[in-house]
Nanobody, 126 residues
Framework: QVQFVESGGGLVQAGGSLRLTCTAS??????????MAWYRRASGQQRELVAV?????????YYSDSVKGRSTISRDNAKNTVYLQMNTLKPEDTAVYYC????????????????WGQGTQVTVSS
């Protein structure tokens, strides 16, 4: 079973930047053919879809309105890794960030199973 390890979070002042990294264990060919997504969960709130990158060459990308224009999702299939570059961070970006492989369903993207990594904490101070 594929597992995801997220890293790169930290404490940053508003206006700063972070690059989050997610590395997937398992078969590299399976990763390459998977759409990948970043989610976040703020304290006391539901998990929110943040960004998606399509499989293979990653030409297709989706961003939630909350991060659009400030974030860039990318992938390196040779390293089984997906990134989220976040710029101009705001206090409302404070959350634990997770990655997961997803599929398209009912007009949105859903994780392939309900199994999550530990995530990486992003804290933005004002």
């Amino acid at each position: 079973q594929v597992q995801f390890v997220e890293s790169g979070g930290g404490l940053v002042q508003a206006g700063g930047s972070l690059r989050l990294t997610c590395t997937a264990s398992g078969n590299r060919n399976i990763f390459m053919f998977s759409d990948m997504a970043w989610y976040r969960r703020a304290s006391g709130q539901q998990r929110e879809l943040v960004a998606v990158i399509s499989s293979r060459n990653g030409d297709g990308k989706y961003y939630s309105d909350s991060v659009k224009g400030r974030s860039t999702i990318s992938r390196d299939n040779a390293k089984n890794t997906v990134y989220l570059q976040m710029n101009t961070l705001k206090p409302e970006d404070t959350a634990v960030y997770y990655c997961h492989d997803v599929v398209r369903a009912s007009g949105t993207y859903v994780p392939t199973r309900n199994s999550w990594g530990q995530g990486t904490q992003v804290t933005v101070s004002s």
